[in-house]
């Protein structure tokens, strides 16, 4: 019997995420021996906090080791409603709230919950590549809405009303947004809420780097009132305490698109895990310093950066307002060398200067590359002087 090769049709519809493919090419350079400065992954550089991990010791001492309710336990749904709270005045209860490992996932089965086949999801562009992925393994169909890099990337109502049809069922926002830093203002986002809501349209919004905003403060869509009905708050400890590996995200939103996704929870992954659950507690009701210094050292990195890259011939970077990545415009070198598109860019830095960044065409636009800055100062200093070399040699 000849063995079985055949996949579904729907792992086909999706790609590996692309940062995860850099981090993969330049382990492998680095297996080799190679030095690789990556600006690659969009994690933070920090430890966890320290009375955090001591949360997950303490939880693995008492054996908090046990399956927890799939969406999640009660004290941990109950942190997350109060520190949304306190840091965007909202007032979700526990009903509204389901615990997932990580935002992507969180993200993914409210998709899985609320996009049939043939359903448009409106995605603003540039954008975080997951969201196109995880659309279309729904069966969905993702619009894209590009943004004008000389607007600084800007997200409006205009645009999304550009896009709206009759099978239009969800709008994904980002803010601040992977990869272009943009933020959305209060009035921005009351206008989208306002036209997506009288249509009955979700509005979804990742909140995965709400908390990094460089000027002003953040904003939660959900605040909005009225939104609780319509607005669906993906959101992550991840890039907030630093806790990318503990894999802990949530969802707020109305009590039956919770419901659906605590379900699909119950038959596929069961409950986030059960000590790294109680981690976020900590995270979430202890002190909350640490969030303010992570960010102080990211806008120090940020200005650092943007003024090195804008003092590189041949590159255009916009100020980001948030997140913690530069999404640099490199057009005028693709083309006039053998170097097409800044997948082919990307491939040359890494082999030929050590530096991985990652490719504008994994988030919908074919100028730009992407650069975080949640790297050491020393890596960000030696990464910058070898891209401006290999500019310059681009050049000669
Ligand atoms: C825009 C955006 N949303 C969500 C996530 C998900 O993060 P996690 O699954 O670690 O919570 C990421 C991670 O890079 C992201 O960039």
């Known amino acids: 019997m000849p063995a079985p090769t055949r996949l579904s049709e729907r792992i086909s519809r999706i790609q590996v995420s692309a940062t995860m493919k850099v981090a993969a090419d330049a382990a492998k350079l680095r297996a080799r021996g190679r030095d690789i400065v990556d600006f690659g992954p969009g994690e933070p550089d920090f430890p966890t906090p320290e009375n955090v991990k001591r949360a997950g010791i303490r939880a693995i001492q008492d054996n908090f080791t046990r399956y927890t309710s799939a969406g999640g336990t009660q004290e941990l749904k109950e942190a997350i409603c109060e520190r949304h709270a306190a840091d965007f005045g909202t007032s979700y209860t526990p009903s509204e709230c389901v615990v ?27 954008c975080w590549a997951t969201f196109h992925d995880i659309v279309s393994y729904c069966g969905g169909i993702s619009v894209h809405a590009p943004t004008d890099e000389a607007d600084g990337f800007a997200i409006t109502a205009a645009l999304i009303e550009r896009r709206l049809t009759a099978k239009t069922r969800a709008v994904i926002l980002n803010s601040p947004c992977n990869p272009s830093g943009t933020v959305i203002s209060p009035e921005e986002w009351d206008r989208i809420f306002r036209l997506t809501s009288k249509r009955g349209i979700w509005l979804i919004t990742d909140e995965c780097y709400s908390h990094l905003v460089y000027d002003g403060a953040p904003f939660s869509a959900a605040s909005i009132r009225g939104a609780r009905s319509t607005v669906i708050v993906a959101g992550s400890l991840s ?20 419901s659906a996704v605590s379900k699909l929870q119950s038959q596929s992954t069961s409950n986030p895990n059960s000590v790294a659950q109680k981690a976020a507690v900590e995270a979430l009701r202890g002190p909350q310093g640490f969030r303010g210094e992570m960010l102080a050292e990211y806008r120090a990195r940020r200005d650092f950066a943007l003024e090195a890259l804008r003092g590189i011939t041949g590159i255009r970077c916009h100020e980001p307002q948030g997140a913690f990545y530069l999404y640099p415009n490199i057009r005028l070198v693709l083309g006039r060398t053998w170097i097409q598109d800044t997948t082919q860019f990307a491939e040359q830095l890494l082999e030929q200067a050590g530096v991985a960044v990652v490719p504008g065409e994994a988030f919908g636009t074919s100028d730009h590359i992407r650069i975080t800055f949640a790297v050491s100062r020393r890596d960000l200093e030696r990464g910058l002087l070898r891209l401006k070399a290999f500019m310059a040699d681009l050049a000669e």
């Open 100 to 126: 997932s490992a990580g935002g992507k996932h969180a993200l993914f089965n409210a998709l899985q919950v609320l996009v049939d086949a043939g359903d448009e999801v409106i995605i603003p562009v540039p």
């Open 239 to 258: 890039k907030t305490y630093a806790m990318t590996g503990w894999r802990i995200g949530f969802a707020l939103a109305p009590p039956v698109v919770i």
